[in-house]
């Protein structure tokens, strides 16, 4: 059974830092793209971040505008676990967020930033920023 659990979230003060986890089970988060997505209170799901996990190109992640240059994606194989670090947070940073898996890899801004792409979800952690 494919599970992945996010932990992390808290309520932070604006220009603070958290960092998400998203432990999976059940499956390798190798050989696949993984991704960040989040949702605010009467808004559309967002794509935040992705990586092509185990990919020769995986030196690359993706990462949405608003958050480039705050937010690092990362993973540490052997927990078969993926990050997003957020630094300067800001109250628009405010959101459920949601660890993604896709079942390969995305290379198209097309694909890796589209919600449909991801085949298995966590049930989110909250993050408040307030400013």
């Known amino acids: 059974q494919v599970q992945l659990v996010e932990s992390g979230g808290d309520s932070v003060q604006a220009g603070g830092s958290l960092r998400l986890s998203c432990a999976a089970s059940?499956?390798?988060?190798?050989?696949?793209?993984m991704g960040w997505f989040r949702q605010a209170p009467g808004k559309e799901r967002e794509w935040v971040a992705s990586a092509n996990i185990g990919s020769g190109r995986s030196g690359t992640p993706y990462y949405a505008d608003s958050v480039k240059g705050r937010f690092t994606i990362s993973q540490d194989n052997a927990k078969n676990t993926l990050y997003l670090q957020m630094n300067t947070l800001t109250a628009s940073d405010t959101a459920m967020y949601f660890c993604a898996a896709a079942e390969g890899w995305l290379y198209s801004r097309l694909n890796y930033a589209r919600s449909t792409a991801y085949k298995y979800w966590g049930q989110g952690t909250q993050v408040t920023v307030s400013s």
């Open positions: 059940g499956y390798s988060i190798t050989s696949r793209c």
